[in-house]
């Protein structure tokens, strides 16, 4: 699976910005593709995921009413539109995937085989 990450950039606070994953490869219906993200100097962290097979959704507690993630089937891209974006959020933002990843660990780095490469988010105040 190749995951190819864009639409990162400079917006200022209260701004939206929306990030594409391009998903290639050989995936399955039970395929979960995810975000996390990095801010410098701190841990690599969960923001939000898809499950292909019913489109379930899972959020960060941050991310939850602010960004919405959902999948293009047609395009094999997967989309997080984030809205009301706080300085808080500048991170560089990488997509990730897997198979079949339980509910218990989906929100977990280590759950994710694949990874994209990052963009970076910066929101100005």
């Known amino acids: 699976v190749q995951l190819q990450a864009s639409g990162g950039g400079l917006v200022q606070a209260g701004g939206s910005l929306r990030l594409s994953c391009a998903v290639s490869g050989r995936t399955y219906s039970s395929t979960v593709t995810g975000w996390f993200r990095q801010a410098p100097g701190k841990e690599r962290e969960f923001v939000a995921t898809i499950r292909w097979s019913g489109g379930n959704t899972y959020y960060s507690d941050s991310a939850k009413g602010r960004f919405t993630i959902s999948r293009n089937s047609a395009e094999n891209t997967v989309i997080l539109q984030m809205n009301n974006l706080r300085p808080e959020d500048t991170a560089v933002y990488y997509c990730?995937?897997?198979?079949?990843?339980?509910?218990?660990?989906?929100?977990?780095?280590?759950?994710?085989?694949?990874w994209g490469q990052g963009t970076l988010v910066t929101v100005s105040s």
């Open positions: 990730a995937a897997d198979d079949a990843i339980g509910l218990a660990t989906i929100r977990f780095r280590s759950s994710y085989k694949y």
